[in-house]
């Protein structure tokens, strides 16, 4: 039996974080539970390991893009024409 919390709403009732893994959704009822950034559950260490190279992929790829974007700023900065002068409108 999954534990469950009151909302705040009428008859609304929603399943506690712990109940399933954040991964593969099993069941976490009466096993070990694996956690991960402080309240991430897994059913097992190979679930969250898998979590963890996906976090790890994605900010290596979230590096490399905004690295990519500062390079073609700096690169792209001395190829500008800037015009100096005095505009008279009348």
């Known amino acids: ?17 712990l109940d399933a893994c954040s991964l593969c959704r099993k069941s976490l009822h009466n096993s070990d539970i694996f956690m991960y950034r402080g309240n991430t559950p ?7 390991e898998e979590q963890i190279e996906i976090d790890e992929a994605r900010e290596k790829n979230w590096k490399s893009g905004r690295s ?20 008279a409108v009348a």
């Open 1 to 17: 039996m999954s534990a469950y919390y009151y909302s705040g709403r009428p008859d609304h009732y929603e399943a506690h974080y």
């Open 42 to 48: 897994f059913c097992s260490k190979e679930c969250r």
């Open 68 to 87: 990519l974007r500062k390079s073609d700023a700096k690169s792209s900065s001395p190829n500008k024409t800037v015009r100096t002068g005095t505009v």
